[in-house]
Structures are given as structure tokens and as C-alpha cells.
């Protein structure tokens, strides 16, 4: 069965500053792959996703992830982050007949 | 359009009662899912129906029952409530039909049960 990995489970970064948050996963065959962003009390909202193709996918908000098949990794990237910005992100990997998400990487941001 | 709507938002039970969550979507989508989300583990799929008169077994079915009642509505019902079901409970939503693997699902903005 497919798995994934978030290896920061909370991040603090300042205003303005860029951010990684890094996700691995399991998985035997091409994966489906997704970032999702929960704020506090809400539902999960995707930012974006990877099916095939550019490696390097575009999100809403400004965000991006690249995809790096070697490394079996699917990182979020931010080149500034916004106090609006802090929630809890969670990636995904979907199957056949299953959704896998991390245990989620929560972001704390600096004034 | 008010999405994927749950309820309770709320709801506290004793060790043994039984109570239904009811979730709902507006969108016409295919499939629907129940997921738990508990500290430190993410989100794990107890239950999916990818088309209107099918369910699934997820990751953690044990201790649950759904009802695909129509194309717009998913419950889940617990029988006998155990405090290791206290949790925040999500419904999503996905446009295609046949499983989970590929559409943006969209979700509600969950249930908070207590189970004492």
C-alpha cells in the first residue's frame, strides 16, 4: 500500500521568507500526488496536484511543488510566505482505491 | 453553491450509544468519502462510495456502517460508540466516478465527536 511521509511536523518561518515543506512517499506505480492546506477549524482545501507531465506543478496562492520521481519526493515551495499562510498542509498520494495523507506539517508564520 | 455540508458540527456520546453523521453535497459529484483525522496521523479513509449504490471499505472501516442514500447524501453511522472513535470526522466529495486515486476532493468542514 502506498504511504507518505511529512518529516517536519511543525515549521516557523518569518514574513517574506521562503518555505519548503517536504513530503516522501511509497508507492509501486506512477502516483497521483497532492498538496492540501487545512486552516484552523475548516475543511481541507487542495492547493495542488500531479498526475503526469511538468514535474514542476503550479498551486493556488502561490505555490508550487516539484515532482523528483529519484528521490520519490513531492516538496511545497513558497518564495514568500504571507501571515495568511499558516495552517496545517497536508500531501496525499492516491491509489487505486485508497488516498494516503501525511500526518501534516503545521506552519507557524513570524510577523 | 454551499459545497459539502456536515452535520453536527458537534457531538458528545457515552461508551455504547449510537448516532448517525449526515453529510451532503451540492455539486453533482460521483463519489463521496468519510474520513477521521486524528493528532499527529493525518487523515485516514474509513469509508468511500465511488458512485451512487456502492461503498467501500478505506483504511479503518472497523467500528463503522455507511449509507449511500442518494447521489447528494453519505452517512456515517456508528453502532455502539467507543472512545477510540473520539475524533474530527470529514466528508469529501469528487467529481469522477470509480474511486480515490485522481479528482480534487472537496471537503466539508467536519464533525468534532466526543465519545466518553
Known amino acids: 500500500a502506498q504511504s507518505v511521509t511529512q518529516p517536519d511536523i511543525h515549521i516557523t518561518v518569518s514574513e517574506g521568507a521562503s518555505l519548503e515543506l517536504r513530503c516522501n512517499y511509497s508507492y509501486g506505480a506512477t502516483p497521483y500526488l497532492f498538496w492540501y492546506v487545512q486552516s484552523p477549524g475548516q475543511g481541507l482545501q487542495l492547493l495542488l496536484k500531479?498526475?503526469?507531465?511538468?514535474?514542476l506543478v503550479q498551486g493556488i496562492k502561490g505555490f508550487e511543488a516539484e515532482f523528483k520521481r529519484s528521490q520519490s519526493s513531492f516538496n511545497l515551495r513558497k518564495p514568500s510566505v504571507h501571515w495568511s499562510d499558516a495552517a496545517e498542509y497536508f500531501c496525499a498520494v492516491g491509489g487505486r482505491n485508497d488516498m494516503r495523507f501525511g500526518a501534516g506539517t503545521r506552519l507557524t508564520v513570524k510577523p | 453553491n454551499a459545497g459539502v455540508t456536515q452535520t453536527p458540527k458537534f457531538q458528545v456520546l457515552k461508551t455504547g450509544q449510537s448516532m448517525t453523521l449526515q453529510c451532503a453535497q451540492d455539486?453533482?459529484?460521483?463519489?463521496m468519502y468519510w474520513y477521521r483525522q486524528d493528532p499527529g496521523m493525518g487523515l485516514r479513509l474509513i469509508y468511500y462510495?465511488?458512485?451512487?449504490?456502492?461503498?467501500d471499505k478505506g483504511e479503518v472501516p472497523n467500528g463503522y456502517n455507511v449509507s449511500r442514500l442518494n447521489k447528494r447524501e453519505f452517512s456515517l453511522r456508528l453502532e455502539s460508540a467507543a472512545p477510540s472513535q473520539t475524533s474530527v470526522y470529514f466528508c469529501?466529495?469528487?467529481?469522477?466516478?470509480?474511486?480515490?486515486?485522481?479528482?480534487?476532493?472537496?471537503f466539508g468542514p467536519g464533525t468534532r465527536l466526543t465519545v466518553l
Open positions: 455539486m453533482n459529484h460521483n463519489s
Open positions: 462510495s465511488a458512485s451512487e449504490g456502492t461503498t
Open positions: 500531479y498526475f503526469s507531465g511538468d514535474t
Open positions: 469529501a466529495s469528487s467529481e469522477s466516478v470509480g474511486g480515490v486515486s485522481t479528482d480534487t476532493q472537496y
